[in-house]
């Protein structure tokens, strides 16, 4: 969601915070601002649109401080604009907010009672007023950020400046994430260890109802009712480089080519010629996995797809049930747990609002236990749930998910395995099923080299304003996720559906202005779609077909068709994904549109 980076240092914090905010820009915004405090007093710049717009204007007329807040906004409450954008200001505060503030409108009243007079549509601004309204009572800032932090309803992470105190900035969380990174002479604050990465790597995360407080000489933690809170200091291992675009065009191309490497990641010291190694969800893991009568997964998006796919794989291989549900819908229904029911909440970010909230609710509904998927190790998600898988897809900086998604199937592969050999797989099939898994890794790089085709697919796309995306078993998640890659960042509407139900209702969509995907593994599913894609053709309909090289089609249109090799069924929709995130990709740079941040969306949705 939006991006907030903050500091105190001995030398001008301006170009820390713009540099800090670029490092930001993958997450989706539409404003962006500053706010520097030097001797004389805060000054800010803000502007609608990209960091390089509001960066113009600071450059045009500088103010140098040691101490300063910065945010990307995407917007909530009022339209994006200039008076919208953030740092939001009251009286001798500064106050930059992810989150949603859901009482804002008994504050603004209360405060407004009091003469305070308003300037923004924004809930943050309420935040801004009420903090300064505490220190003309005679709090100090933290003081005064703790007792609004007790007022407070919603979600939010926060980082305030205050005229009063012109050495230290204070910040709160509760929902969103917020972290201390730790410099010498200089400290600071971010949404994530991404926004700090080029001035430290020694960072500490901060939990739910913290509040810190950093000036150049020292970074402390305090719970909500004022108490010191010992956080422990981590050792970021990302890299500069490991978020810079390189040769690539875009992030979003950089991490498709990524994928081999990072399902390698994942796979890494977690199978072997013997099978998935004990223990790998953590050291009760197996335990609990044993217990498990069933799971029900939850999540959103792209990590939803990929719960589709680990629904049938376990289902087949455990032979135990399965749910799989989006996460804001399960917050809000009367759920049916059955005994021993594992909860499985899957998220990139271990951020997302809607799946950390799920994560929360289940612990009252009687779940057997929890397990996080996750890409993040220090996220909220994974620091509440009992078990956890890390999918190690190093930093996501595209909006639209790609390497997040292989990864997340890769550990839903593993788990998948785990829980068949834990129930009775057949151990032959088992042993074979493990080397087809760590075989993943070269089988998407054979896919990888299906790209210049691809281009000359996506130049056939680029002017059709519809498409739609066939899928059997298993690769009907693999369509919903192709089609959701299209939309994302081509804004080509796109629709999935398993192939069957073409002649349920979307067959009469087809005709020749209607590009048709379709995904043809070579499974025992084949002959099937086969009629389907029959269905197609005899309406005239433009049929694409993403083929297996061992996969016999009726009335192959070369031209439309791309052969891979898939290196069996069980890993096929992962292979399978591979051409349509390209597919997607190429549609999207013919189109010139944003590619890494699409209109409307942002990477990690901290808010409901």
């Known amino acids: 969601m939006c ?17 800090g905010l670029k490092a930001l820009e993958y997450r989706g915004y539409d404003s962006a601002g500053l706010a520097v405090l030097g001797a004389n007093g805060i000054r800010r710049v803000r502007a609608k649109g990209k960091v390089r717009e509001m960066e113009s204007l600071y450059l045009a007329d500088p103010f140098p401080g040691g101490t300063g807040i910065a945010h990307t906004r995407w917007a909530t409450h009022g339209v994006p604009s200039e008076i919208n954008a953030h740092p939001q200001a009251a009286g001798r505060v500064a106050v930059v907010h992810n989150g949603i503030i859901e009482n804002h409108v008994t504050l603004r009243s209360e405060l407004q009672a009091r003469g305070r007079v308003f300037t923004s549509e924004t809930d943050t601004e309420v935040i801004a007023h009420l903090i300064d309204d505490l220190i003309g009572q005679g709090h100090g800032l ?3 950020v703790l007792a609004a932090a007790r007022r407070l309803e919603g979600a939010y992470a926060i980082a305030v400046i205050s005229q009063s105190e012109p050495d230290r900035v204070v910040g709160a969380r509760r929902g969103a994430p ?7 002479g200089e400290n600071f604050l971010g949404s994530d260890v991404q926004a700090l990465i080029k001035v430290t790597n020694r960072v500490i995360y901060l939990e739910e109802d913290d509040i810190a407080e950093i000036s150049r000489e020292a970074a402390t933690t305090y719970t909500l009712d004022g108490r010191p809170a ?17 040769e690539y065009r875009h992030y979003m191309q950089k991490e498709i080519f990524e994928q081999p490497r990072a399902v390698a990641d994942t796979l890494e010291g977690r199978i072997g010629a013997n099978g998935v190694l004990p223990n790998i969800f953590g050291s009760d893991g197996d335990r609990l996995l044993e217990r498990a009568c069933g799971l029900h997964i939850v999540a959103c998006g792209t990590s939803y797809h990929a719960g589709l796919v680990a629904k ?9 049930p399965v749910s799989v549900e989006v996460a804001s819908e399960y917050r809000y229904r009367d759920v049916v747990v059955p005994a021993a029911t594992l909860f499985v909440a899957v998220s990139q970010s271990g951020e997302t609002a809607d799946t950390l909230a799920a994560l929360r609710e289940s612990r009252r509904r009687g779940y057997l236990g929890s397990l996080a998927l996750c890409n993040v190790p220090e996220s909220s998600l994974v620091r509440e749930a009992d078990l956890k898988l890390m999918t190690r897809a190093g930093p996501e900086i595209g909006v639209a998910s790609t390497k997040a998604f292989t990864t997340q199937l890769t550990a ?4 998948a395995l785990q829980l068949g050999h834990m129930h009775g797989l057949d151990g032959e099939r088992y042993r074979a099923l493990c080397a087809e898994l760590m075989h993943l890794p070269r089988a998407i790089e054979s896919a990888l080299a299906l790209e210049p085709a691809i281009e000359t697919m996506a130049a056939r796309l680029v002017h059709r304003q519809h498409a739609l995306f066939l899928g059997r078993g298993t690769q009907y998640a693999v369509a919903m996720e192709g089609a959701l890659k299209l939309k994302e960042i081509s804004y080509i509407h796109a629709e999935a559906y398993p192939a069957a139900e073409l002649k349920h209702g979307p067959l009469a969509l087809v005709d020749e202005n209607m590009p048709v995907i379709a995904v043809a593994p070579n499974n025992e599913l084949l002959d099937k779609l086969q009629s389907n894609l029959q269905e197609v053709r005899a309406r005239g309909g433009e049929l694409y077909v993403i ?4 996969a016999t089609l009726e009335h192959e249109d070369a031209a439309r068709t791309l052969r891979l090799d898939a290196g069996g069924s069980f890993i096929a929709p992962a292979v399978f994904t591979v051409p349509l995130q390209l597919l997607a990709y190429h549609v999207a740079v013919l189109r010139g549109t944003d590619v890494d941040q699409p209109r409307n969306l942002a990477k990690s949705v901290t808010v409901e």
């Open 412 to 415: 839903f592969a593993l788990l």
């Open 178 to 184: 917020l972290v201390i990174g730790l410099g010498i």
């Open 230 to 246: 010992h956080r422990a200091i981590h050792q970021s291992e990302l890299t500069a480089d490991a978020v810079e675009r390189g």
């Open 3 to 19: 991006g907030i980076v903050a500091a105190v240092a001995q030398r001008d914090v301006a170009p820390i915070l713009i540099e």
């Open 312 to 320: 049938i794989w376990i289902e087949q291989l455990a032979r135990l």
């Open 547 to 550: 083929a297996d090289r061992g």
């Open 142 to 144: 933290r003081e005064a």
